[in-house]
């Protein structure tokens, strides 16, 4: 993050917010057809009050998956993603999680800074493969990476 800015401060999405979600996940491209379930959490992020970015996770035992990180364009480029990936790793820690994983769409040297490794999709759990986000991944040449947590 950007020298001495204000604390990245990161809210549970309520459920009537979840049509911002859903347009700032299409415009970057990202999947959104199954926000609605109750295995699939999202958070708004935020800083002065104002909207960064939303990211999600989907917990399946003590594998999680990273789903749907986006930052607004406005900020983009100032570290507030790594700060997001941050927080959603303590958040899928804190309900059990041990590795998480992610389908990365064109930002696969971004997670590998962040301490993600590629992983072959038959290594995979069988829950977070059949997860809506890395299911449909799979002919898009997504790269599935992972980190243990």
Same mark, same amino acid.
């Given at each position: 993050? +950007? &020298? =001495?800015? #204000? &604390?990245?401060?990161?809210?549970?999405?309520?459920? @009537?917010?979840?049509?911002?979600?859903?347009?700032?996940?299409?415009?970057?491209?990202?999947?959104?057809? *199954?926000?609605? +379930?109750?295995?699939?959490? $999202? @958070?708004?992020? +935020?800083?002065? *009050?104002?909207?960064?970015? $939303?990211?999600?996770?989907?917990? =399946?035992?003590?594998?999680?998956?990273?789903?749907?990180?986006?930052?607004?364009? #406005?900020?983009?480029?100032?570290?507030?993603?790594? /700060?997001?990936?941050?927080?959603?790793?303590? +958040?899928?820690?804190?309900?059990?999680?041990?590795?998480?994983?992610?389908?990365? =769409?064109?930002?696969?040297? $971004?997670?590998?800074?962040?301490?993600?490794? #590629?992983?072959?999709? *038959?290594?995979?759990?069988?829950?977070? /493969?059949?997860?809506? &986000? $890395?299911?449909?991944?799979?002919?898009?040449? /997504?790269?599935?990476?992972?980190?243990?947590?």
């Amino acid at each position: 993050m +950007e &020298p =001495h800015a #204000p &604390p990245l401060f990161a809210q549970p999405l309520a459920t @009537w917010e979840r049509d911002g979600l859903k347009a700032a996940l299409a415009r970057a491209g990202l999947p959104a057809d *199954d926000l609605d +379930e109750d295995r699939v959490l $999202f @958070w708004r992020f +935020e800083r002065d *009050d104002v909207p960064v970015g $939303f990211a999600g996770i989907e917990v =399946h035992g003590t594998d999680a998956l990273l789903r749907s990180l986006v930052t607004l364009p #406005p900020v983009r480029l100032r570290g507030i993603g790594g /700060a997001m990936v941050a927080k959603m790793e303590i +958040e899928a820690r804190a309900r059990g999680a041990n590795v998480i994983y992610l389908a990365a =769409h064109g930002g696969s040297a $971004f997670f590998a800074r962040l301490g993600y490794a #590629p992983c072959r999709r *038959d290594r995979v759990p069988r829950a977070i /493969a059949a997860a809506a &986000p $890395f299911a449909d991944a799979g002919g898009t040449g /997504a790269t599935a990476m992972m980190k243990q947590i």
